[in-house]
């Protein structure tokens, strides 16, 4: 058996298929608040060969960050702001996920993810819930109800089957996951991607009113406030203020998700070195209320070190902008990428999907 090559002279260690690509650098150093443009469908990317600075060959291919076979259709039907992503051959019924995007709002991610999970056989449905046309602009008071319809939608399909539906979110998303799932029996597995533990305030710029993220029935969701003071308007330091936040410990009590409800396995994967919030703690916390709650299901969490928060996509993208803004390390980011990606198409697999044991 052949081993894998190791480079002799790179920006990274050891053997690594998509270390060309995760490394790749903007010629200019970006500003400090740039991350780096994710294409919507495909990048182009030139290898050159070079020797003594002059250029002997080189060769342009074409990255597909959406697969070109899989279909895709917007839904704008019982008020929803969604992509119905189905893989390509026939229309027997398969497993589905409902896909739920972070703080940026919109479907961006949620598309994305999409489409890749539907390359791996699942039917999709990426939902925006605020940030887009239709819907709110900011991440508050947003009903659950209508990721309830989402879940209708999901099921009543004829190339679904409603026994194997699962959830996957990112970041806010993931925290939303997480509600939904305690509250749908109907809901089999779960991924949460930097999750947060309980429901939060939401974000309302400017006047930024002490509302909930989410509302049930028309009433805030119990959550924990943000927990504001002169130090961080002296810093803008926002782990400070998670940590902080955090730490009001009756409303934790109240506002932390019931996962214990969730009818199936669930799969947390979080960064330690994420400088959005602190989503190691937080699925810790969730692990240790499944534990104490007796949780009949199972459950994992993937702490990936030298991570940041930007671990909720495949590896092969550039990472440029990534590791200042969202935490970690290139190739921490890289890694985590890679072993999460591989941990969530291989959890599907066999929650959702039944073809392995």
């Given amino acids: ?3 894998p090559m190791v480079p ?14 995760w490394t790749m650098r903007m010629p200019e150093p970006p500003a400090d608040d740039w991350v780096a443009p994710e294409p919507k469908d495909f990048s182009e990317i030139t290898i050159r060969l070079m020797k003594d600075g ?18 895709r259709t917007p839904i704008h039907d019982l008020g929803l702001a969604a992509e119905w992503i189905l893989p390509p051959g026939d229309r027997r019924k398969r497993p589905a996920l409902l ?12 598309s994305k993810m999409g489409a890749l999970l539907a390359n791996e056989g699942y039917v999709a449905l990426a939902l925006a819930y605020f940030n887009h046309p239709d ?8 009903p659950l109800e209508y990721v309830a319809t989402a879940l209708d939608f999901l099921a009543a399909q004829s190339e679904v089957d409603p026994q194997r539906i699962g959830i996957i979110g990112y970041s806010k998303g993931a925290e939303l996951a997480l509600l939904m799932a305690a509250y749908r029996p109907d809901v089999h597995a779960v991924v949460a991607i930097a999750p947060g533990c309980a429901a ?11 509302v909930s993220s989410w509302t049930l029935n028309g009433a805030d969701i119990p959550f924990v406030p943000n927990a504001y003071d002169s130090h961080f308007f002296e810093t803008y330091d926002g782990m400070y203020l998670w940590y902080r936040t955090l730490a009001q410990h009756d ?12 009818n199936g396995n669930l799969l947390l994967l979080s960064g330690v070195e994420d400088r959005i919030w602190p989503s190691t703690l937080m699925a810790e916390h969730i692990m240790a209320r499944l534990y104490v709650m007796d949780f009949p299901h199972k459950a994992k969490h993937l702490a990936f070190p030298e991570a940041g928060h930007g671990i909720a996509l495949p590896p092969g993208e550039p990472t440029t902008g990534l590791s200042e803004r969202l935490g970690g390390s290139p190739q ?7 072993q999460g990606w591989n941990a969530i198409k291989l959890f599907l697999a066999k929650n959702l999907n039944n073809q392995l044991p």
């Fill in 251 to 262: 409303a934790m009590e109240k506002a932390s998700i019931a996962v214990e409800k969730i």
């Fill in 1 to 3: 058996m052949s081993r």
């Fill in 200 to 210: 939060f305030q939401g974000f309302k710029p400017p006047e930024y009113p002490v």
């Fill in 8 to 21: 002799l002279d790179t920006s990274y260690e050891g053997a690594d298929p998509f270390g060309l690509l």
């Fill in 99 to 110: 896909v739920l995007g972070g703080s940026g709002g919109g479907l961006d991610w949620a």
């Fill in 54 to 71: 002059h250029s002997m060959a080189q060769v342009t291919t074409q990255q597909w960050t959406m697969p070109q076979h899989i279909r």
């Fill in 332 to 338: 921490g980011n890289a890694a985590a990428r890679r």
């Fill in 135 to 142: 819907l709110p602009k900011h991440l508050a008071q947003v």
